[in-house]
């Protein structure tokens, strides 16, 4: 810990002739992190690289390795033909493309939404003294520990139009006139597949809130009881401002898994293109068309775009990922 | 010296035997109806003959699942599988990671349907044994067609008017459950069956022709879709555009549909003891759009194919030939209701007796329509997704039939380019 806080520290000092015990322990800081660098260099860096380099190859899936580099053929390329008009390929022209750009972006903006708001809601339940607490809490993480492919199927069966409970019991309550196929058809596909997701991982925003939650000094609440504050005025002047730097940290880790949805879209609603999202779509063009370079290119602009996502997000959120401001 | 030296060559020779003996291949399998517990009991024979083991992994059943996984396993070059089943469409796409069993098979390929050993084999390599082949029928209720005095469809407007009239009077009479006709709707290859099958038998060629040109932008395919979109919601349910094969057999084997369409798998399970529609049903060819049309059925089957990368070689192909083997297809004939694809089995008395329905698909599958696999070679997959697609679309109200086959046309052509490669 020292070490670290030296390797910072040394050059905000800004003095380049530090002690020589000083810079022995930066030495022996590389030395303990030069592990984890290369683990990290093994399993995300060099598949990234990778990926990024087939995308401008036109690599297939039956060779691996006899691709030709072809620049920017994948994303973008416009070829006059004989009639003399234009003609526009690669993925940045493709309609299938820009609608599994939408199906993800529409899916991630309505499902984090929602699994923030209820997230928070179960947390602040959470919070409270009642009787039965711990059981409560361990039961409410029961959907976000059954993986995601058992969950997709288990629901796939429950939202069945012939023998799935949920028609069975919206049509007993007389909600519905007629049995409805929530996975097949398109209207309802993407609210299908938003239920489950929100269902999965609302615990996930609780644990995470709820964690942010406990941070917050009691007597603070016990100040606003004595003045008689509102408790609506305590949530949104004390509690929320209190939480945020938790929550906006939940939100971002839910967002990044969201723009990669694709276990649970596979499973429920497989080849819809109402619900094909950018995962979806690359896996497809890899390993299905064996267009391995046309599918690296989606996969690449997908990394690009979480990039550009999380850049923002902490720039305009201020989120303070590294803990600074207590330092 | 001479004594270590004899120890050595003792030791190697005895591992080599231990290695020969211990050799367990790994089988890929889709998996449908009751077939991975029989493919256990299909195995053992060959266990005790040759002292391997055979481990069988099951897969999902949709053979584009299947294909995906294979396509990934094979390109990474890896030597944990040794045999593959594989669908009749994937030779042309998977036959570089395969070993070429012409060799292997020399005496017995002429016994083989002669289409299906030319379906499988890539530039006069033949890449994958047939272990069955398959051609869909039309399952219908014999019952109730006698209870309202229908005839068996041989046109699709028959069918559609009889699973009308049979499905209202049920409904009325109480049955809330029943529908008129199941079939596959889900968008994947099941899809491009079904929907090959209405287009074919609607004169409206087969997507892409032999000689590789595009023709499935044409009146009578649009008047297929038409036809076949005008089924969701009325003789089958909505839900129907989720169903696969097992989906559409579920709601038929509990008695809550009057037709199926399906392949012959569904038969053997459909006589079973837990069958709710046990002896209440039979099998006809599908039908057509009337005079001047004839009925199609689109041509599947499996195969079994060696990896290029299996460690067991000889084992593995003496394993594929063994499930291709007279024996074992009459097994499967038997067992799970499979259609054999060697030729003396059709005439097969013990075959004809348990399994009647094989012997009348003779004529079916000699008709059967191939999918485009042959022209489209490498690019089938995606000419595939785009078709069923196009068709997914159409049965689910986005856009008419006219449009997306318009669109599916144009689709096509850009992928063939310069020439299907």
Redesign the interface.
């Known amino acids: 810990m020292s070490a670290t806080t030296q390797i910072s520290a040394a050059p905000r000092a800004g003095k380049p002739a530090t002690s020589e015990l000083q810079r022995q322990r930066v030495r022996a800081a590389m030395w303990f992190l030069l592990p984890m660098i290369m683990a990290l260099f093994v399993a995300a860096g060099w598949p990234l690289f990778r990926t990024i380099y087939f995308s401008f190859t036109n690599t297939?899936?039956?060779d691996?390795y006899g691709g030709d580099w072809v620049w920017f053929k994948n994303y973008l390329s416009v070829r006059e033909l004989p009639s003399g008009r234009l003609r526009w390929?690669g993925t940045l022209a493709d309609p299938k493309w820009w609608n599994a750009v939408w199906n993800t972006v529409k899916f991630s903006a309505v499902s984090v939404t929602i699994e923030a708001i209820l997230g928070l809601m179960v947390a602040l339940v959470l919070n409270a003294e009642f009787k039965g607490r711990g059981l409560v809490r361990a039961a409410i993480l029961i959907p976000w520990a059954i993986p995601t492919i058992v969950s997709a199927k288990m629901w796939g069966w429950m939202l069945?139009?012939?023998?799935g409970m949920i028609n069975d019991m919206l049509l007993n309550v007389g909600l519905i006139e007629q049995?409805?196929?929530w996975?097949?058809?398109?209207d309802t596909a993407m609210l299908a597949v938003l239920v489950v997701d929100v269902w999965k991982t609302t615990p996930f925003m609780a644990l995470l809130c709820l964690a942010g939650l406990q941070m917050i000094p009691r007597d603070i609440y016990e100040a606003t009881k004595i003045d008689g504050v509102h408790p609506v005025k305590v949530f949104f002047k004390i509690t929320l401002p209190l939480v945020r730097p938790a929550l906006m940290v939940a939100i971002i880790f839910r967002m990044l898994d969201a723009l990669r949805i694709f276990d649970l879209i596979y499973v429920l609603?497989?080849?819809?293109?109402a619900t094909k999202t950018m995962s979806i779509i690359s896996?497809?063009n890899m390993?299905?068309?064996?267009?391995f370079a046309y599918g690296s290119a989606q996969s690449t602009l997908l990394f690009l775009m979480i990039a550009i996502f999380v850049v923002l997000y902490i720039w305009l959120g201020k989120v303070d990922l590294g803990g600074k401001e207590k330092n | 010296m001479k004594l270590t030296k004899a120890l050595a060559t003792l030791m190697i020779s005895a591992a080599a035997i231990t290695s020969a003996q211990a050799a367990n291949i790994n089988f890929v399998s889709g998996a449908t109806g009751n077939a991975i517990a029989n493919l256990q009991e299909i195995v053992k024979p060959w266990e005790a003959e040759t002292g391997n083991t055979v481990t069988i992994v099951p897969m999902p059943s949709?053979t584009?699942?299947q294909?995906?996984q294979y396509?990934?396993w094979l390109?990474a070059g890896n030597s944990d599988i040794d045999v593959y089943q594989t669908d009749v469409i994937w030779a042309p796409?998977l036959a570089?990671n395969l070993v070429d069993l012409t060799e292997a098979a020399a005496d017995v390929v002429g016994s083989h349907f002669p289409s299906i050993i030319e379906s499988q084999t890539v530039n006069g390599r033949l890449v994958a044994m047939p272990i069955f082949t398959d051609a869909p029928a039309l399952y219908y209720r014999t019952d109730l067609l006698a209870k309202y005095g229908a005839s068996v469809p041989t046109t699709w407007a028959e069918l559609t008017a009889t699973a009308q009239l049979v499905q209202d009077g049920e409904r009325a009479a109480g049955n809330a459950?029943i529908w008129g006709f199941v079939w596959q709707?889900?968008?994947?290859e099941g899809l491009t069956c079904d929907a090959l099958e209405w287009v074919k038998s609607h004169g409206g060629g087969q997507i892409v022709e032999p000689d590789g040109s595009i023709s499935i932008n044409n009146a009578n395919a649009i008047a297929a879709l038409e036809q076949a979109a005008s089924w969701v919601g009325t003789i089958s349910?909505?839900?129907?555009?989720?169903?696969q094969e097992e989906?559409a057999r579920?709601?038929w084997q509990t008695g809550?549909a009057v037709f199926m369409r399906n392949w012959p798998y569904a038969y053997g399970l459909g006589n079973g003891d837990d069958s709710a529609v046990k002896g209440l049903f039979d099998v006809a060819p599908l039908p057509s759009a009337g005079e001047g049309t004839a009925s199609a059925a689109t041509l599947g089957g499996w195969n079994v194919a060696v990896s290029k990368y299996s460690p067991n070689q000889e084992a593995a192909i003496s394993f594929a030939m063994f499930m291709a083997s007279e024996a074992v297809q009459k097994q499967r004939a038997l067992l799970d209701s499979n259609l054999p694809t060697i030729i003396s089995l059709y005439d097969d008395a013990d075959i004809a007796a348990q399994v009647p329905i094989i012997p009348r698909w003779k004529e079916v599958f000699l008709n059967a329509v191939p999918r485009p696999s042959a022209p489209a070679q490498?690019?089938y997959?995606?000419v595939s997704?785009l078709f069923?697609?196009a068709v997914?679309?159409t049965l689910?109200g986005?856009g008419t039939a006219a449009e997306n086959l318009e669109n599916l046309e144009a689709d096509l052509t850009?992928l063939r380019g310069d020439g299907w490669k």
């Open positions: 297939s899936l039956n691996l390929s069945n139009d012939q023998f049995r409805i196929a996975t097949a058809n398109p609603t497989p080849n819809s293109s896996r497809e390993f299905d068309f064996s267009n | 949709s584009t699942d294909f995906g396509r990934l390109a796409q570089d459950d709707g889900n968008a994947y349910p909505e839900g129907v555009l989720a169903y989906e579920g709601v809550n490498q690019s997959n995606e997704s069923w697609s997914h679309d689910s986005t850009d």
